[in-house]
């Protein structure tokens, strides 16, 4: 997933890759991680704003989960996430 991140999702910061079954990835710019979330599930792949899991200012970011999927799911995954970034602007 981390490779996958740094190849679709230019400027995004992987955090807490040892933590377990989650990434979490800050976005560059002034990006509405809320929009974000949304636009990825009307491509199919459900990921959380960071926004819903802070109670202080923040970047921008989404939450990745990879638990019990395959590579492949996961380029595929990352792919729709980066194709729905493109959809907001």
């Known amino acids: 997933m981390i490779r996958a991140v740094r190849d679709h999702l230019p400027g995004a910061v992987v955090h807490g890759a040892a933590a377990g079954l989650h990434l979490l990835v800050t976005l560059p710019g002034d990006v509405d991680d809320t929009a974000q979330a949304?636009?990825?599930?009307?491509?199919?792949?459900?990921?959380?704003?960071?926004?819903?899991?802070g109670q202080r200012p923040q970047p921008p970011g989404l939450v990745l989960g990879y638990a019990a999927n395959l590579?492949?799911?996961?380029?595929?995954?990352?792919?729709?996430?980066?194709a729905a970034r493109h959809d907001l602007r």
């Open 38 to 53: 949304a636009a990825a599930l009307r491509r199919g792949v459900k990921v959380q704003p960071l926004s819903w899991h």
């Open 71 to 82: 590579p492949g799911d996961i380029e595929r995954g990352i792919t729709a996430v980066a």
